[in-house]
């Protein structure tokens, strides 16, 4: 039988050969553990992304078994993931960015009241001069009962839930419920939010005869020209001298420190320098225009001082600038860029350190990773008795510099003072820790403000609240036999030990309840303040040399 051969039938065997020679080829590239997914896999090797991370994502999200929400699992792999690197580098979640940023910017859209929870109700302390609830009539004193429609007195509703209610966009209504005494129905009101200023100055007085003293909270956007301001008007009280409380100073904005460091340093002198990966530096230098290039100047610090508060002090010890008094700082020494996402969602990451004029680094030391150790290494300083002995802080000498005066400083773990100042135990008795840490010493200055109220209002300067509270010459007893009554008993000894630091402190809290709001409180606390008594000497020594 004679068979035709047709195209297919010569083909067949051709392509049955190359089969077998491309299978022993791929069996010799693959060996034993040759499968179909192993093809796959090196079929579609190049399409691969280079990033492991990215490609790993894009796999859950298309291939995953069960559908997933990615921006959800980014969300808690992106905490972690910063975790590892430095302890002050961050990821901030978008619910979170107003809460964070809001103190720094300088405003937010409120009612303009300072208020507080000593029990589980809302109680005015002040009212914002011209400020949106000043308009609509609430007044120092006042207890919020109602907002909008809903009761909130007495439900212990967390502080923060109730600065949520109270807050809104500008232009917006909120209706208020006050409690006011000697009148027995609720007054009602509506405010009108609007924009409230945040103030990081918290207090600047005249403090003693030609010593200034301004407590900065924290490096805002405004406090340049708030200190501007604030010095201005001291000089004008006859201010010549200056204390600077930095005191609890966390940080904020690095320009702002360098634009205050400016006011107080000469034209030419370094302030700040930063270096990069690249070891490529910025230079940051005194432009000869600042309003307190003259002003004899004393810092307060203390080892919750950070970032800003380092700076500052830092280019002021290194030029030979002032006094810088108190105890060691933090040691901060990592500069932040705030870098935003889409979602409104931001990281805060590390990508310079900052060195002071002499060349220190006061960045303390770490481990990457170990946030938790990091932030132990305050508590260590306590147990090492660094609070309360100078002689416990070891520097090395490798970190040592001199100023161009001549005065030996370290780096290597934040700024340590000139002049050392203690932690201060010694009026805390047991009797006084209970009435403090009861709440009883706070909760006694909002009863007295009450019956006070009318003379309090009638508060415009210090010198007015020292005449009021030197009128009441029983204070301290009367707060005893409150106490009594909230359950602490009396113990005589402890009572004694404690009269300066009790005094000091209801007379700091009623007059905080006062329009001099904090100006009040640091005015009164200054004399049980060592720190403060010792700037005082420090400064009036310096004008007698």
Not at 319 to 334: A, H, P, V
Request: aromatic residues 8%; glycine residues 10%; contains cysteine.
């Amino acid at each position: 039988m004679k068979y035709r051969n047709s195209r297919s039938t010569i083909l067949f065997p051709l392509l049955l050969a190359a089969g077998v020679a491309f299978g022993l080829l791929l069996g010799r590239y693959v060996g034993r553990n040759s499968t179909a997914s192993q093809l796959r896999t090196l079929l579609t090797a190049a399409a691969q992304p280079s990033n492991k991370l990215s490609y790993t994502l894009s796999l859950l999200e298309n291939r995953y078994v069960d559908p997933l929400s990615i921006d959800s699992l980014t969300e808690r792999v992106l905490p972690m993931l910063i975790d590892e690197l430095d302890p002050h580098s961050m990821y901030i979640p978008a619910e979170e960015m107003a809460q964070i940023n809001e103190p720094l910017e300088g405003e937010f859209d409120g009612i303009g009241v300072m208020f507080n929870m000593a029990t589980d109700t809302v109680i005015v302390l002040s009212v914002i001069s011209q400020g949106p609830s000043d308009r609509a009539g609430v007044r120092a004193g006042d207890r919020i009962l109602v907002i909008d429609d809903s009761l909130v007195a007495g439900r212990r509703i967390p502080q923060d839930r109730i600065v949520k209610r109270l807050r809104g966009p500008r232009g917006s209504t909120v209706k208020l419920g006050l409690g006011r005494q000697g009148i027995a129905d609720p007054v009602e009101v509506e405010v009108v939010r609007d924009k409230i200023p945040i103030r990081s100055i918290e207090s600047a007085f005249r403090i003693a005869d030609g010593v200034g003293y301004v407590r900065l909270g924290q490096f805002a956007r405004t406090s340049h020209a708030e200190l501007v301001e604030a010095i201005g008007r001291l000089r004008g009280e006859g201010v010549e001298r200056l204390i600077f409380d930095l005191r609890g100073n966390s940080g904020g904005y690095l320009d702002q420190a360098i634009l205050i460091a400016n006011e107080f340093l000469h034209e030419g002198q370094l302030i700040v320098y930063t270096e990069d990966r690249n070891h490529e530096q910025m230079r940051e230098y005194a432009d000869g225009t600042g309003c307190a290039q003259e002003m004899d100047v004393a810092v307060l610090i203390d080892e919750q001082s950070a970032s800003s508060s380092e700076i500052l002090a830092g280019a002021l010890q290194d030029n030979d600038r002032g006094t810088i008094i108190g105890r060691r700082s933090f040691g901060k020494g990592l500069v932040q860029q705030q870098i935003p996402y889409p979602d409104g969602s931001a990281l805060r990451l590390t990508t310079a350190r900052y060195y002071t004029p002499t060349g220190r680094s006061i960045q303390k030391p770490y481990v990457a990773g170990h946030g938790a150790e990091y932030e132990e290494e305050l508590w260590d300083r306590y147990r090492r008795n660094e609070l309360f002995e100078a002689d416990s802080i070891r520097f090395a000498d490798s970190l040592r510099r001199v100023t161009p005066g001549g005065k030996v400083v370290y780096g290597g773990g934040g700024i340590m003072p000139d002049v050392f100042v203690p932690a201060d135990t010694t009026d805390m008795t047991k009797y006084y820790l209970e009435v403090a840490g009861r709440n009883i010493l706070y909760r006694y200055t909002i009863e007295y403000a009450d019956r006070h109220r009318a003379a309090l209002d009638g508060v415009k300067t210090l010198d007015d609240l020292k005449r009021l509270l030197d009128a009441d010459g029983g204070l301290v007893d009367d707060f005893v036999r409150y106490a009594a009554r909230k359950g602490v008993a009396p113990r005589p000894r402890d009572i004694a030990r404690s009269r300066r630091l009790i005094e000091a402190q209801l007379r700091a809290y009623i007059g905080r309840n006062t329009a001099l709001e904090d100006n009040g409180f640091y005015a009164n606390i200054y004399p049980v303040d060592r720190v403060l008594v010792r700037a005082v000497e420090c400064l009036n020594e310096r004008k007698d040399d």
